[in-house]
């Protein structure tokens, strides 16, 4: 009888773990573009290209001839820096010229970065000169004072959202953020505040939403 | 850091997954009308983690074959390209006269009656046999050849094959659909580090158009730079003050960011494409962080920098340089596809003189790429393509010049080498060329830049011996009597 049991017990998890398997793993579609599969009405892209979902915007990233221009406006710098423009130069050929969705690669992010790393530390350089009342990103940063405590990192990161991603930041966007300064940088030297804001300025200036369209 | 300091991190870590738990909540109520009840409705919301779906294998996954899965939904991996011989394309940007180097055969395998518009007079053309029994023109006549065996070895030649490939296409034009270099990576080869590199800024790196799969995006090369920026971040700059754990914690950061930021694209089209490439471009680079840094710089490895005729104070945007940096990033893995483009083959001046000229340095090229792989103990595939050719004036003179284009007269090539062995073929010619002096277009390939570029593709799996791919890559192009004609590695 036990035996029996067993069978049946054995039984039912064979028949669970296929109607599991059947039932949960169906959520994702597999037609069009965002999945593909043989016997689709619609064909799947099988190379590289996009193809288009009636009445719904194309996804797109940044062109390569204005992403400098644009991380300079986000920056709310008035033209790039020699340094900027020789990173710029030199990273270029990486980045998408068209701008279209199937063409970002991983050294085209990388080369996002470090031409924002360049843009953000002429914008730390430029604002570090003006009284905070004239500054536009860095307006609560002490820049005599090398602290730099949770509340001036989500106002200066606010004020960059609000600039280079044109919306408010996600209190997780923020929360992230912060503790990753915190997580990453100890002490309070000049150069590691500096660090601290070229650190977030970066992040914030080459994730997706600086460089979507 | 402090204790303290650690246990505010993790509480803050918490409060952001117990917000991210209860804003998916409040979104799925918005959105649904009612609190999520059921599993299904809990998972949906992403209260519930997936544990089902990261558990079980998907049905569809299990019973579609490899080519009805969506490519847009994988990262280019290199996990099958391991098994793949690194792929370099060769293009000479003009119409090289590639059938006065090699010496095309008739349908029977016999020479033509008569090679007088092709620069090598009547049909008694000196024959120089290489590579096991290929007909070059002999008596120094093809200076790719003589530059070919100026810059690779005796040894090395003996371990190489090379199967030529008559095919017309337009001249001068960058309309030729002579790039494999997607299909390739479709197979499976994207390098470790950099998918694709080219030579200039088209959709290819090189003046061809693709056949039938778009490549990866091509880093164009034109000086060293653009390889070291791209391999390496921060080592001058603002960042280049960052300790490496900390411009790793920022690509983790930036990674992080974008993958919220992404969601909101994927309903767009192409949306779900874009967030993929998003999170495997913003991973790969954290992964790429963690790792010791490749030397590609050509002029640091002594023994390849003798064979590009290079030194450490040769410059960064000499063409050597380049090419020789781009040569060894593929053979050791870093780039999956390479192309290389030669331009000033558009060579019909009067003279056979700067013919000559370029295509020795074809040649040059070429033995480059071979003694590379030899000294690296590295197989190699080459593929060497142009647009359209020349036409001398109908003469005997095995010297005549070239007068003209003559797209008909064209001629690809293949070269693969295997450090162990020369790899087996069974012919050296896909095709033929007609009385007529020209690439049969009747023959499978003899027509179409696109189906010869995918005879290309079936040999290099034929070579890789992944003939099992060929159907994922390109489908049903060709029937099997097709294939039997158009591959020749054995």
């Known amino acids: 009888m036990k035996k029996h049991k067993n069978i049946y017990q054995w039984m039912i998890y064979i028949v669970s773990f296929f109607v599991l398997s059947v039932a ?13 599969s043989a016997g689709s009405s619609v064909a799947p892209s099988n190379n590289g290209d996009i193809i288009a979902i009636p009445n719904t915007k194309t996804a797109s990233i940044l ?12 920056m709310s710098l008035v033209k790039p820096s020699p340094a900027a423009v020789a990173e710029f130069n030199k990273v270029k050929s990486s980045i998408s010229e068209e701008g279209l969705a199937n063409s970002l690669t991983q ?31 860095f307006k609560t940063i002490d820049f005599t004072n090398p602290g730099l405590n949770k509340s001036q990192i989500h106002d200066t990161a606010k004020r960059l959202a609000r600039s280079c991603w044109g919306r408010n930041p996600e209190v997780e966007e923020l929360d992230e953020i912060s503790v990753d300064i915190g997580r990453n940088f100890s002490g309070d030297t000049n150069q590691i505040q500096t660090n601290k804001l070229v650190y977030m300025c970066t992040a914030m200036a080459s994730s997706f939403s600086t460089y979507e369209m | 850091m402090s204790r303290k300091i650690e246990k505010e991190i993790q509480k803050e870590e918490q409060e952001i997954q117990r917000r991210k738990v209860e804003k998916n909540f409040q979104d799925y109520c918005i959105s649904h009308g009612k609190r999520p009840m059921t599993r299904r409705e809990l998972l949906g919301a992403g209260v519930l983690s997936f544990s089902a779906t990261m558990t079980l294998p998907t049905l569809a ?31 000479l940007s003009g119409g090289a006269m590639l059938a006065s180097n090699y010496v095309p055969m008739d349908a029977g395998g016999q020479t033509l009656a008569s090679y007088n518009k092709m620069g090598l007079g009547n049909g008694a053309v000196p024959i120089d046999r290489e590579f096991g029994n290929v007909p070059f023109a002999g008596e120094g006549i093809s200076k790719l050849l003589v530059q070919l065996r100026a810059n690779a070895t005796a040894q090395t030649l003996a371990k190489t094959s090379f199967v030529a490939i008559p095919v017309r296409s337009r001249d001068d034009s960058g309309d030729n659909l002579f790039d494999a270099s997607g299909m390739v990576a479709k197979a499976g080869l994207v390098g470790t580090d950099l998918p694709n590199l080219g030579s200039n800024s088209t959709e290819t790196g090189i003046r061809q158009m693709y056949a039938k799969i778009k490549p990866p995006t091509p880093l164009r090369v034109s000086n060293y730079t653009d390889i070291a920026g791209a391999l390496a971040l921060g080592a001058t700059g603002p960042l280049s003050n960052l300790e490496e754990p900390q411009k790793i914690s920022l690509l983790r950061l930036i990674t992080r960011l974008s993958e919220s930021q992404i969601q909101k694209v994927n309903n767009q089209s192409g ?65 999956g596809t390479v192309a290389l483009e030669q331009g000033g ?16 340095e074809a040649g040059a090229t070429i033995g480059r790429i071979l003694e590379s792989a030899a000294l690296l103990g590295k197989k190699v595939f080459i593929y060497v393509t142009s647009d359209g050719s020349c036409v001398s004036p109908t003469s005997d003179d095995r010297a005549a010049p070239w007068s003209s284009d003559r797209g008909e007269a064209g001629v690809a090539f293949m070269l693969a080498y295997d450090p162990q062995a020369r790899p087996a073929t069974s012919g050296f010619q896909i095709g033929h060329f007609t009385s007529g002096q020209a690439a049969d277009d009747k023959f499978i390939t003899g027509g179409s830049p696109e189906l010869a570029s995918c005879a290309v593709l079936a040999n290099y799996l034929k070579f890789n011996n992944r003939m099992d791919l060929i159907t994922p890559v390109i489908g049903s192009t060709f029937n099997t009597s097709q294939l039997d004609q158009i591959i020749k590695f054995t």
């Not at chain 1, 062109?63 to 986000?74: E, F, Y």
């Open chain 1, 24 to 36: 949960y793993n169906n959520c994702g579609s597999l037609s069009g573009e965002n999945g593909g």
């Open chain 1, 63 to 74: 062109r390569a001839s204005r992403t400098l221009d644009s991380l300079v406006s986000c």
């Open chain 1, 107 to 137: 050294p085209m992010v990388k080369s996002m970065v470090s031409v924002s790393a360049v843009v953000c530390n002429d914008l730390i350089n430029k604002e570090r000169a003006l009284a905070p009342a004239e500054r536009l990103i």
């Open chain 2, 61 to 91: 996954g299990m019973l579609l074959p490899l080519q009805a899965r969506a490519q847009s939904d994988e990262c280019p991996s290199s996990a099958s390209g391991l098994s793949l011989a690194p792929f370099i394309t060769l293009n």
């Open chain 2, 271 to 335: 949306g779900r494409m874009l967030a993929n490439l998003v999170g495997c471009a913003t991973n790969k680079n954290v992964e790429l962080a963690e790792r010791e840094k490749p030397t590609v710089d050509v002029r640091q490895d002594t023994s390849l920098a003798p064979v590009w005729g290079v030194a450490n104070n040769t410059g960064d945007n000499n063409q050597a340089v380049v090419f020789g940096s781009m040569v060894k990033s593929a053979l050791i893995g870093v780039s």
């Open chain 2, 345 to 360: 083959y558009d060579y019909h001046n009067g003279t056979r003189t700067t013919g000559d000229q370029r295509d020795g």
